[in-house]
C-alpha cells in the first residue's frame, strides 16, 4: 500500500473508531455493546492462538531451558570452586598442624639444651653454585644471622649457615660430602668425626680405634671454639653398623642421623650458645622394652593313665617304705600260723 492521502486518513479514521469502541466498552462494563463481538472474535481467533501457542512453545521451553542451564553452569561453577576452597582450606590446616608440631618439637629441643634460636623456614633446595645439599631459608643479616652457625630442628643436627644475604641464607646440610662436624658419644664419651655421605648414613672416625661401640649407641655434637659453626650436646643421631677391629688408629662406625633431610621444614638457627654444655640432655629418652611374657606349659598325663586310676598300689611311696611293705605282710602271715 502505497503513503497517500486517502490511506493516512484512513489510518487517522480506525484509530478514532478503535478508541471510540474502547470507550464505549469501558462505559458499557458488563453490558458492553461489544461484548457480543469479543466473544465471537475469541470464538474465530481462539483456536488460532493456540495453535500458534502449541508451535511456538517448544521454541520458548528451549530458550528458557538454555538460559537455565547457564545458570545451572554457573551455580555449579560456583559449587566446584567452594570444594575446591575448602579442600585448599583444609589442606593447609593440615600443613600448619604439622608445621606447628615441628616448631613445638623444636622449642623443646632448644629449652633442653638451653640455645637461643631464630626460627626460619625453608624456602629453596639447592645452591645455583653447585649440586651439593643445601637449602635456603627465609632469614638473613637482617635477622642477626651470621655465617658459620648451626642449625638444627626438633630431631637434631640440621647443618650449618654458609652463606648468608640479606634476608635469606644458605645452610650446607651435615649429609653434604662437604660436611664435618666433632661427635661424642654418649655416655663412653669416644669423640670423633662424622662426614656426610648423601642417603647413606655418616661415617664417623672415632680417634680410638679400640673403642667399645655397638649397635644404637648415640651420638651428638663435640663442639666448637666459640660455639662456631657448631653448639655443644645437639643431637646428630644412632649408630647402625660398626666396621671390625682393625688395628689402625682410628675406628669406622656408621651413624643414621636423626634428621630427615628430604623433608625439612621449620628450623632454627642457633644465634645465642649455651652457657655450659648440656651434654646428653638434649637426646630424646630410650624407649622401655616391651615386658617379656613367660607362659608355663604342664604336660598332660601318660596314655591310658587317669589321676586315681590304673596305679601301683607302691606307686607314690618312699623307696623305704617300699622295702618295708613286704614284711610286714610276712609278719602277719607268721602270726596267723602261729599256734
Known sequence: MRDTRESRLLLVLLVAIAFALITVDIRGG??????????????????????VASAVDPI??????????????NR??????????????LGSDDRNRNRLRELDAMLKTAGAGQYGIKGAQVVAIGAAQGFSWT???????????RRDMTVLNGSGLVGRVTTVGPSTSTVL????????????????DELGFATGQGDRPLLVQLLNGKARVRTGDRLVTFGSAGSKPFVPGVPVGEVVRVDPLGGGL?????VRPYVGFTKL????VVVQAPRTDPRDTVLPPKPKPAPTVTV??????????QAGQNQNPQQGLKPEDQNQQPDAANQQQDQGETP
Not at 76 to 89: M, R
Not at 135 to 145: E, K
Not at 173 to 188: H, I, Q, S, W, Y
Open 30 to 51: 458488563q453490558e458492553s455493546p461489544v461484548d457480543g463481538a469479543r466473544q465471537a472474535a475469541a470464538a474465530v481467533f481462539g483456536p488460532v492462538e493456540n495453535g
Open 60 to 73: 520458548g521451553n528451549a530458550i528458557g531451558a538454555v538460559r537455565d542451564s547457564g545458570e545451572r553452569h
Open 76 to 89: 555449579i561453577a560456583a559449587l566446584e570452586q567452594e570444594n575446591a576452597a575448602l579442600k585448599a582450606k
Open 135 to 145: 637449602v635456603t631459608i627465609d632469614v638473613g643479616a637482617r635477622d642477626g644471622i
Open 173 to 188: 646440610l651435615a649429609n653434604d660430602p662437604d660436611f664435618t662436624v666433632g661427635t661424642r658419644m654418649e655416655k663412653t
Open 250 to 254: 682410628t675406628r669406622n662406625i656408621y
Open 265 to 268: 621444614d621449620i628450623v632454627g
Open 296 to 305: 608355663t606349659v604342664t604336660p598332660p598325663p601318660p596314655d591310658g593313665q
